[in-house]
Every structure is written in structure tokens, then in C-alpha cells.
């Protein structure tokens, strides 16, 4: 039987739970290709708990605003799902997990130019190139107010860790890109790109992923159920890029994170998990983040598959 979370969190519970993934974070790394988030403390903690039934439970630095970087994968898809419809989507992208990086180009060449998945670069780079918009920032600014208006969220583009991204040339991202026209799945390689890196760079705080996350769990009407069935069933299998299979079976929710620090969890038909802490994996995933979700899950009996 699934374990409520209103009733079951005990808040002194919650909070050793937040202590120890606290500490566990330090075995982590910051991401040193962006300057700007090799600098960030990485002591900041944050989390933040939704119930369907609108209850709330934070702890640690719950106003500060972070990137979302690859945690605004999800939900460019979800727009796109919503926007163009499922069979236009799924002919740029695929569906399979990746077995390499995140940002490989190796992975991209072997599927003959077609983007493994939404959730990679690769893909994520297509998407943003089918936003509608004369300019990248226009494409950016589109997604921002379809999901502050839909996710009842207040994001906004931080302008200097944008500044940050483009400092420094990202040789991987600029491969994919010229992969991705010469295949033929983007049509404008310098804005496709710039669009992407644009939209990693909308801002919030773990309230507002946590909202975004509730989208997924009770979608407006205009959005409708089929396009969150998509979007949860490729966080859960490619969400996490190569650890994406442990987790499912570890603690069997969808989940995304991103280079920031950020990690999203949805638990279909009961809330949303939304952590920040900066130290990062081997795979680029928050350690503190995924072991605090982890360890609510699993004493909560949260997976899908329980």
C-alpha cells in the first residue's frame, strides 16, 4: 500500500534525513566547464515536498534561486508534446535510453544522427530548435511564460550564468550541433544552440520545481494526461543517463537532474520532490539530492513498481 506523505514525513525525520544527505554531498564535485557553478557554495542545501493535495514541506536554503540546467529538459519536452503532438516529436527524437554521456557525441553518430532521447543533449538541443520564435531569446521567453503560467511557478532567466555558459567554448554541444544539421534534425545549428543553452538557464527556487513537477502529477486540462505519461516514462528510464536503471530499481521514481545541482522526483498521483545541492557524481547527478530522495522513498514506499 502506498504510504501517504502528509501523513507519514515526520518533520524531525525529515530533517536528520536532510542532515545526512547533507554530509554525503561532500564526496561530490562541482562542474568546472561552467565558471559560474564552480563557485557556488557548495554547502547550499534545499529541498522542497508538494502534496496533490497542496501540502508543503521544505527544509535548508528554500529562496535561493539556482539554474535548472537539464531539469528544464522534461518539461521543454512536455511543451512541445502539448504544442506539436506526439508523432511530430517523436520522429526528432528517440525513446531508448543512451549508453554513453550525456553529452556524447560517440552515441549520437551511432544512431545516424538522431538524438537517442529528450533527455540528452543531443535531443534537448533538436527540441529547443522547434520552440516557435524569430530569436533564440524569443523561443526561451515562449517556454518561460507557458511554464510560470501552467506550473504556477516564477521563473526567470539568470542572465549571468548564461553569461557563464557561453564564456567558454563547449566543444562537445558545438559537435552535436553540426551532427544534428548535417543529419538534418535542426534547421538553424547557432540558434538551436543558443536557444538550448538560453532555457538551462531559467531560474528558480525548489518551490518552483517543485510545482513544475506537479504538472506532471495533476496536468491542467489544456495539457492533458498522455503527454505526462511520456515526459514521467523517459525521466524514468533515461532521466539519470547512466545511472537511470540502478535508480529505477533503488527507488523507482521519474526523476531528472541537472549539472547544477538540481534533481527533480515525481511520485504519480501523490507530489513532487525538488532538491538542490551543488556537488555532483561521476554521472554529473546531485549526490546529496538523489541519496535524500532515495531515502524517502524507500522508508516511505514510494516507487512506482511497490
Known amino acids: 500500500m502506498k504510504t501517504s506523505l502528509k501523513l507519514n514525513l515526520s518533520l524531525s525525520q525529515f530533517r536528520d534525513w536532510v542532515e545526512q544527505a547533507q554530509l554525503k554531498s561532500c564526496q561530490g564535485n562541482l562542474p568546472h566547464y561552467i565558471p559560474q557553478l564552480a563557485q557556488v557554495d557548495p554547502e547550499v542545501f534545499a529541498v522542497c515536498i508538494i502534496s496533490q493535495d497542496d501540502w508543503i514541506q521544505t527544509a535548508g536554503n528554500e529562496t535561493y534561486c539556482f539554474p535548472l540546467m537539464s531539469v528544464i529538459k522534461p518539461f521543454l519536452l512536455l511543451h ?9 516529436v517523436l520522429k526528432k527524437v528517440g525513446i531508448e535510453p543512451s549508453e554513453y554521456p550525456f553529452n556524447s557525441l560517440a552515441q549520437l553518430r551511432a544512431d545516424s544522427g538522431k538524438p537517442r532521447n529528450p533527455m540528452i543533449n543531443s535531443g534537448a538541443i533538436t527540441l529547443a530548435d522547434q520552440l516557435p520564435g524569430s530569436t533564440a531569446i524569443a523561443r526561451c521567453e515562449t517556454l518561460r511564460t507557458w511554464l510560470n503560467q501552467w506550473g504556477n511557478c516564477q521563473l526567470t532567466l539568470d542572465e549571468s550564468v548564461y553569461a557563464s555558459v557561453v564564456s567558454l567554448p563547449n566543444p562537445n554541444n558545438q559537435a552535436l550541433t553540426k551532427t544534428l544539421l548535417k543529419s538534418g534534425q535542426i534547421q538553424d545549428a547557432e540558434m538551436a544552440l543558443e536557444t538550448y543553452n538560453l532555457i538551462c538557464c531559467l531560474s528558480g527556487t525548489v518551490v518552483d520545481l517543485a ?5 506532471l502529477v495533476q496536468p491542467p486540462e489544456s495539457i492533458g494526461l498522455q ?58 547527478n546531485s549526490i546529496g539530492g538523489l541519496a535524500l530522495i532515495t531515502k524517502i522513498a524507500q522508508a516511505l514506499n514510494l516507487s512506482v513498481f511497490a
Not at 211 to 215: E, N, R, T, V, Y
Open 80 to 88: 512541445l508534446l502539448v504544442e506539436l503532438g506526439t508523432e511530430t
Open 211 to 215: 510545482k513544475l513537477g506537479m504538472m
Open 227 to 284: 503527454p505526462c505519461k511520456i515526459v514521467k516514462a523517459l525521466m524514468m528510464t533515461c532521466g539519470l543517463y547512466q545511472a537511470s536503471a540502478q535508480f529505477a530499481i533503488q527507488v523507482g521514481l521519474p526523476t531528472k537532474s541537472g549539472v547544477s545541482g538540481a534533481v527533480l522526483s515525481v511520485i504519480p498521483q501523490q507530489g513532487a520532490i525538488a532538491c538542490y545541492s551543488p556537488p555532483l557524481d561521476a554521472q554529473g
